[in-house]
Each structure stands twice: as structure tokens, then as C-alpha cells.
């Protein structure tokens, strides 16, 4: 068992799965090198978060027979047990070894002359150059793998799927096919990642956004891009209001600002020297450049800068539902996780130095309290703190913000790892990631310090000793973006949200035509009670609208026949197919609203 909890707290680059997986991926590189002997080119093959994969030039398209054929090969190299040898070489001899492969060449000229590795990441120092072998094949590669390919288990690898890949992430470059697999140490592992799957494949928001008519994207108007259609809007509408309200509690006050800005002010913030390229082309308007923002924060600054501020009216809470358009190549768009128009759920905080640490504690504790209200529950926390190499201000302006952060954190009481060095430059910072119903993580919120914007806006109070003093400043986007946010939650939920959120929550049912006058009746009760009600007056007979409701995931299903316009009543049944049994108007709407006063 000890050892077992140790294995646990190994990082993954360090586990055996790490190194089965990496073993598998040599195993299938060998496979396709055979099945094209002579004409195959091979890029790179690393390791994944769940997995492996490897990139080809091949001279056709690979097929699903041949992933099996390349499935089945891979099995027999791994009964040979053969031994992953290493062996370190000079570049010459790797090139030699490798003269009929150009993207090998080109690693290696990247490893020799020192500046990036196999991966294209920048290099600290001169590398190492060294090649796995096993069996017939070998790999330009750093390790580490399993002592012999018999320490893969057959009965746990999968090829997944083969998708485009351009080499080194460059749309100039050569497209290459990369082969998804995935691997793991038995059968049972394997069998319950393939079912996860399954089940985030029937989960996809992008096709219950589709079936559920929550939202769309025309091509007439333009790729990441959303348009929410009526039930869509109704759930985000409802998701947006929720929120709003918590922040009008909490002392937050609303602001709106405008969609473009002009091109000096983008210089001032730094934008257009930091983000440029994810920018759009500027607008020209009367002789001056304007940009559509990428980001709210200049705006609440001018809001804040609008007149003179106490330490009196400190800390100051701007939020605003502020929509943002950024480049994304439409390589990486993804329903409404990657978007280039988005709305932000976006605060700025300002605040006194004395103030800060409770100004943490609340925006963190305020966040959870939103996130869990949506019924999320798990966790994980990020503290980025200072690169010693890279950071604005000084050491001291640092010290506080993250020493009140990582205190907020262990308040907080939720799990965190710290991320040394990885802050951007001008601010400490703590992301938030959740977890679904598949056990997925999701980043959602930040909460960043910024010291760079106050001085670049030249930003000050006036403090009791009649001088200007600079506040803190502080950007909290708490769902990121509604977009992303939303596309979470159908996911989390497989679209059939709890009923406080269910764009329909209730269906009435008419057995026959006879009853469709009390069924409107009924329906004009319940809204007028809050409940969004529709009455499904097509000619299906009554099982075939139960099976239209439950496919739309509403909530209730409430069938009303002779009996129920005899005694007044509904008989309501659940999405999962359970019947609650007949019971008044008045009483339905009593069960309904409690479960969504506590949203449930």
C-alpha cells in the first residue's frame, strides 16, 4: 500500500505509465515504418496526458483497416520483448543515420546548434543527442521507456483515431497524419478510460447544443462565432442573472463600456505591443486607428481615472459582462470553448495595500460560492508566483500579493500546488480549475494581480495623509468567459440541467386532442408561477411526446388525461422515467419551485 502511495505522488513525466506510454508510441512508429517501408517520413511521438501520439508523412491517407492492421502489428513486436537500448551520438552520426528522414534532420540540426529540442521548445544548454532502438527501429529520443517492449501490456494499448497536424504547429509547413493512441498498465484501465470516452463523446456540447437548439454557428456570419437561439439564450440568460445577483450582493458595481477603442489607448495598456497578433486588423474612423478589445481592463481603469478617488471609497468593484473579440486561427476554434467573439464575466478590483489580503479572501471565497451554486465541487488551485528572471516592479511590490494569496488558499481549504516561477511578468496569480462529472479538469477562473496597468495609467487615491498613493489592482474573470463557462456546463451536465436551469422545465402532455385546452390552461398557471413551461400540442401519441421530452432532457413531464381534468390535477414523471404520481396544480408548483429556490 506504500508503495502504491508513493507511486501516486510521482509526477507523471516520472511514472512507468509515462514510459509505457512513450514505448508504445516507438512500438507503432515501428509498425507504420513496415507498412510503408521506404516511403514513410516520421516527425515526433511523445507521451500525452492520457496517451500517445506520432506524426507521419505517409504516401496516402491512412484508413480505419489500417490503425487495426497497425494495432495488430504492434501486439507481435511487444510479445518479442525486444530491449530499448540507448546510445548517445555526436550530430554527425545522426545525421548519417538518419539521411533519408528530413524531419529528423532538422531536429537534430535544432539539438546541435543548441536553441530549441526535439519539441521545439527553447534550450537552457547544449543537449545531449541520443537514440532509443528496439528491434528493427530506431528513434532520435530522450527516454525514458520501459527496459523491454514485453513491459507494454497488448490487452491495454488502443489507436485511437488519426487526425491533421502541421509540423511544428506551423500552417506553412508540411501537414502531417498524427496518430492517436492511448495505453495503460491492464484491460480493466483501458476499458473504463475507452468508456470515458464514449460518454464525453454523447456529452460533446457541440452536438447537445445542436440537438437541444441551445446554439449555432453560421458560416454566413463566421467561423467562432455563436449564435444562441432562443433556449440557449434562455439558459444562459438565467445562468447570467443568477450571477449578477451575487454580485449586486457582494457590493460589486456595474459597468458597461464600449466595443472598440482607440489606438493610443491600446499602446498605453500595452496591448499593442504584447498582444498585437491576437488583435484584429484596427478600424479607421475620422483619421484614427480604433481596435475591437480584446480585453476589458483599459475601460474600467478610465472609469476608475474618471475623477479623484479616496482611500475612503477603496476597495472599488467594477464588473461587467464585457464582450471581447480575439484572433483564433480556425485550426484550434472548438464550439464554445475556443471562440473570437466572447463575453467575459470580467471585475477589477481596486483596492488599499492594507485592504488586499481581505480583498483576496473575499474574491476567492466569492468565486467558489458561484462555482458551487452550478454544482461543481472539486477543486484544484494554481498559485503562479514570481520568475526571478522576468517581473515588473520590485521584489517587496511582490512578496504581499503572493504571501495573501497563498494564505487566501489554504483559508479556502481546497487542494493547490505552486507553480514557481511560472507568473506572467507583471502580477501573481491564482487559477482555478474545476472538475466534471467525467472527472475532467477545467480552467475557469483567475484572479490576477497586475502592477504593470496602474503605473502605465499613471492610477492613484488619495490616502488619509492627503497624498496619491497607488492601489492595488487586481482582474478576477470568475467563469472565464460565459461562452467557455456554458460549454462546461453542458458538458458537466450532459444537457439535462438542474431544473433551476433547464431552459424548459416543465412539458405538459395532452393524452388526446380533448385535453389540450386544460393542458394550456395548466401551462398558463405555471408560468404565471415562474415556471417555464411549453404544452406539446403535436399529433404523436402520448408515449412518442414522452420521448421527445425526455430527449429535449426537461425536467418534468406532466400528462394530463380525463382523470387529471377531472380532479384538476397532473401527473408528472421525471426525465430518468421515474412517475411521481397524480397530484394537484398547486402542489406541483410547490415541489417545482422548491427544487428551484434550491437550485436543484
Not at 504516401?59 to 520483448?81: H, S
Not at 550530430?91 to 537534430?108: M, N, R, S, V, W
Not at 493512441?181 to 478510460?193: Q, R
Not at 455563436?226 to 460589486?252: C, N
Amino acid at each position: 500500500m506504500a508503495k502504491e502511495k508513493e507511486q501516486e505522488n510521482v509526477p507523471y513525466e516520472e511514472s512507468q505509465l509515462y514510459r509505457i506510454r512513450h514505448s508504445a508510441s516507438h512500438v507503432m512508429a515501428q509498425a507504420v515504418m513496415e507498412m510503408f517501408p521506404g516511403e514513410a517520413k516520421i516527425a515526433i511521438g511523445p507521451p500525452i496526458e492520457n496517451g500517445f501520439y506520432y506524426d507521419f508523412d505517409l504516401p496516402r491517407n491512412l484508413t480505419p483497416e489500417d490503425l487495426e492492421a497497425i494495432e495488430k502489428r504492434m501486439r507481435q513486436i511487444i510479445a518479442g520483448k525486444h530491449p530499448f537500448e540507448m546510445k548517445v551520438v555526436n550530430a554527425e552520426e545522426a545525421k548519417t543515420l538518419f539521411a533519408d528522414q528530413p524531419y529528423k534532420i532538422e531536429l537534430i540540426e535544432g539539438l546541435e546548434q543548441g536553441g530549441v529540442d526535439e519539441y521545439g521548445e527553447p534550450l537552457d544548454e547544449q543537449p545531449e543527442i541520443s537514440f532509443y532502438s528496439h528491434a528493427d527501429f530506431t528513434d532520435l529520443c530522450r527516454g525514458p521507456h520501459v527496459e523491454h517492449t514485453g513491459q507494454i501490456n497488448p490487452s491495454a494499448i488502443k489507436l485511437l483515431n488519426v487526425a491533421g497536424a502541421y509540423w511544428r504547429g506551423d500552417e506553412n509547413r508540411p501537414q502531417l497524419q498524427r496518430i492517436y493512441g492511448t495505453a495503460w498498465k491492464n484491460k480493466e484501465e483501458l476499458d473504463a478510460y475507452l468508456w470515458k470516452l464514449e460518454e464525453a463523446k454523447k456529452r460533446d456540447h457541440r452536438k447537445l447544443g445542436k440537438e437541444l437548439e441551445l446554439f449555432s454557428i453560421s458560416d454566413e456570419i463566421g467561423a467562432g462565432l455563436i449564435l444562441w437561439h432562443p433556449k440557449g439564450g434562455l439558459l444562459r440568460k438565467t445562468a447570467e442573472d443568477f450571477v449578477r445577483a451575487q454580485h449586486e450582493k457582494a457590493g460589486y458595481d456595474f459597468v458597461y463600456t464600449p466595443h472598440i477603442g482607440k489606438a493610443n489607448l491600446w499602446e498605453t495598456s500595452g496591448h499593442l505591443d504584447w498582444y498585437k497578433d491576437g488583435m484584429y486588423a484596427p478600424i479607421e474612423i475620422e483619421g484614427q486607428e480604433y481596435y475591437l478589445k480584446p480585453m476589458n481592463c483599459p475601460f474600467h481603469i478610465q472609469i476608475f481615472n474618471s475623477k479623484t478617488r479616496s482611500y475612503r471609497e477603496l476597495p472599488l468593484r467594477f464588473a461587467e459582462w464585457g464582450t471581447v473579440y480575439r484572433y483564433e486561427r480556425s485550426g484550434v476554434l472548438h464550439g464554445l470553448l475556443r471562440v473570437r467573439g466572447f463575453t467575459q464575466d470580467d471585475a477589477h478590483h481596486f483596492c488599499r495595500r492594507d485592504q488586499m489580503p481581505g480583498e483576496i479572501d473575499f474574491v476567492l471565497d466569492f468565486s467558489l460560492s458561484v462555482l458551487r451554486a452550478f454544482g461543481f465541487e472539486s477543486f484544484q488551485a494554481y498559485l503562479s508566483t514570481r520568475n526571478p528572471e522576468k517581473f515588473a516592479g520590485s521584489i517587496e511590490d511582490w512578496d504581499a500579493p503572493t504571501e495573501a494569496l497563498r494564505q487566501a488558499l489554504d483559508r479556502a481549504d481546497i487542494p493547490y500546488k505552486i507553480d514557481e516561477g511560472e507568473a506572467v511578468f507583471y502580477g501573481p496569480k491564482i487559477d482555478i480549475k474545476i472538475t466534471d462529472a467525467l472527472g475532467r479538469e477545467w480552467q475557469l477562473s483567475t484572479i490576477q494581480f497586475d502592477f504593470i496597468l496602474p503605473e502605465r495609467f499613471d492610477i492613484s487615491y488619495i490616502g488619509e495623509d492627503g497624498q496619491p498613493h497607488r492601489p492595488y489592482m487586481v482582474h478576477r474573470a470568475l467563469m472565464g468567459s460565459m461562452e467557455r463557462f456554458l460549454g462546461v456546463l453542458i458538458e458537466h451536465y450532459a444537457g439535462a440541467f438542474p431544473v433551476w436551469l433547464a431552459p424548459v422545465q416543465a412539458v405538459l402532455i395532452p393524452i388526446t386532442d380533448n385535453h389540450l385546452d386544460y393542458a394550456f390552461e395548466v401551462a398558463k398557471k405555471l408560468k404565471a408561477a415562474g415556471i417555464r413551461t411549453e404544452v406539446d400540442d403535436s399529433p404523436n401519441r402520448m408515449n412518442a411526446k414522452i420521448r421527445n421530452a425526455q430527449g429535449q432532457k426537461i425536467p418534468y413531464m406532466l400528462v394530463v388525461g380525463d382523470k387529471e381534468v377531472e380532479a384538476g390535477q397532473v401527473a408528472p414523471r421525471l426525465r430518468s422515467g421515474e412517475n411521481l404520481g397524480g397530484m394537484t396544480v398547486d402542489d406541483f408548483i410547490d415541489h417545482a419551485r422548491k427544487e428551484i429556490e434550491q437550485h436543484q
